[in-house]
């Protein structure tokens, strides 16, 4: 059996083709879920939802009310006096749900305050990847193989003081149990070089980025 796939629409900016996005839902099925605004990027691509959440400030009276009326979507309505983001809460439950993958489109770009915590959310939820036609950013596990991604282009940013003991192999720049520092730029932009590369670490929190070329 294939991986339990969500996407998840927030209300950033849909950065890329609309094609790409496309072909991905045709690539990895899935399941879809708004949070609030981001029903309108799944509307621009023509998917109707699972499931919207939110306080509902950022779709129109008229529009929620076609939702409700003519779709099979959920509505589940918050108070905007809430602990959490609408976004939050949808990753929350959608982690519940055990799937496999959560796919985030949407969730960058946008005001900073917003694509800056949503970011955060990796620190949280390890089952989360945002994506781009440009980029896909995730968290690394402590010990995590890239295969067949040569000529992958493939930056890592340290997100606790300091990283312990980082490895990366089969890399154009390879490091062997080096100590990275928040701030440092050492790992930007590195390039895969071999089918069977891998990075490993002992002690910290690192995110990666893949950057693709378009």
């Known amino acids: 059996m294939g991986n339990k796939i969500a996407y998840l629409f927030l209300n950033g900016e849909l950065l890329g083709k609309e094609d790409f996005y496309l072909n991905k839902f045709i690539e990895e099925p899935g399941d879809f879920y708004c949070a609030d605004g981001g029903y309108y990027f799944a509307k621009k691509l023509k998917i109707e ?26 509505i589940k309505k918050f108070s905007r006096d809430k602990d959490f983001t609408d976004g939050e809460l949808l990753v929350r439950y959608l982690t519940e749900l055990n799937y496999d993958f959560i796919f985030i489109i949407g969730g960058l770009g946008g005001s900073k305050s917003h694509e800056l915590t949503n970011l955060n959310l990796l620190m949280k939820f390890k089952k989360i990847i945002f994506i781009t036609e440009r980029e896909t950013i995730f968290y690394v596990n402590k010990k995590m193989n890239f295969i067949k991604r040569k000529g992958m282009k493939l930056s890592f940013i340290p997100f606790s003081n ?53």
């Not at 779709?59 to 979507?73: A, F």
């Not at 149990?177 to 069977?196: A, F």
């Open 49 to 74: 939802p699972k499931e919207i959440w939110g306080d509902m400030d950022s779709i129109k009276k008229e529009d929620l009310e076609i939702i409700e009326n003519n779709s099979n979507t959920v």
């Open 162 to 214: 300091r990283v312990e003991e980082l490895t990366l192999k089969g890399f154009m720049f390879p490091l062997n149990k080096y100590s990275l520092l928040k701030g440092d730029s050492r790992c930007i932009s590195n390039i895969i070089v071999d089918d069977n590369s891998y990075v490993e670490y002992k002690e910290g929190t690192l995110i990666g980025i893949f950057e693709n070329i378009v």
